[in-house]
């Protein structure tokens, strides 16, 4: 696709409620970024992909949070038992492989809006 | 402290003068450094990066960084209303990821 798309752009669970929220990368995009917003502050690093592989999953909160990204392309962050705390706004990104790794930026989708009441 | 440090302002500057942003950060391992743009209720969008000492320009916007002092600056000459947004700083080291700071709300005067 021409952009990072991510859905649903909202949702709203009950506290203790599963929720999936999924991302699909710009077509070819090697590696996938999950990040987490609460509101005034900058995103946090959640996991990151390089094709199938989660090679780092050291900013997810807690063993309720998972990701996966089976064949390489579309991601899916699962938040289980999902806690008022874990309102925030999910973004994800993605990157090329191409060039210099030091030149490389981030494409962010639009993120998806979790409010857990 | 934080790894990314930035002032949350709100900073408000007069239209068609220059915006300031600044943002330090901890690891001297860092590498590469990202300025995002982040309107209220969207995402953030990159506008420029740098990876060497001294200045780079494009168009409007100028980031200067100093690994000395491991400082980072965006200047944003002849400000116009619709730069009023929320400047995100960012920063690489040896990982992949980036590191946020929390942002400057940067709001340009009519």
């Known amino acids: 696709g021409a952009g990072v798309s991510q859905s649903p752009r909202y949702k709203v669970a009950k506290r203790g409620q599963d929720v999936a929220l999924r991302c699909d990368p710009i077509?070819?995009?090697?590696?996938l970024f999950w990040y987490q917003q609460a509101l005034g502050q900058g995103p946090e690093f959640l996991t990151y992909?390089?094709?199938?592989?989660?090679?780092?999953k050291s900013g997810l909160p807690s063993d309720r949070f998972f990701a996966e990204r089976p064949e390489g392309s579309v991601s899916t962050l699962k938040i289980q038992r999902t806690q008022q705390e874990d309102s925030a706004v999910y973004l994800c990104a993605s990157s090329p492989r191409q060039g210099p790794i030091s030149n490389y930026g981030y494409t962010f989708g639009s993120g998806t809006r979790l409010t857990v009441v | 402290q934080k790894e990314v440090e930035q002032n949350s302002g709100p900073l408000s500057v007069p239209e068609g003068a220059i915006a300031s942003l600044n943002c330090t950060y901890s690891?001297?391992?860092?590498?590469?450094f990202f300025w995002y743009r982040q309107y209220s209720g969207k995402s953030p969008e990159l506008i420029m990066f740098i990876y060497s000492n001294g200045d780079k320009e494009d168009g409007r916007f100028t980031a200067q960084l100093n690994k000395a002092s491991q400082y980072v600056s965006l200047l944003i000459r002849d400000s116009q209303p619709s730069d009023s947004a929320t400047y995100l700083c960012?920063?690489?080291?040896?990982?992949?990821?980036?590191?946020f700071g929390s942002g400057t709300q940067l709001t340009v005067l009519p």
């Open positions: 992909f390089q094709n199938e592989a989660q090679l780092d």
């Open positions: 690891d001297r391992g860092s590498q590469s």
């Open positions: 960012a920063v690489r080291g040896s990982a992949r990821q980036l590191t």
């Open positions: 077509s070819g995009h090697v590696s």
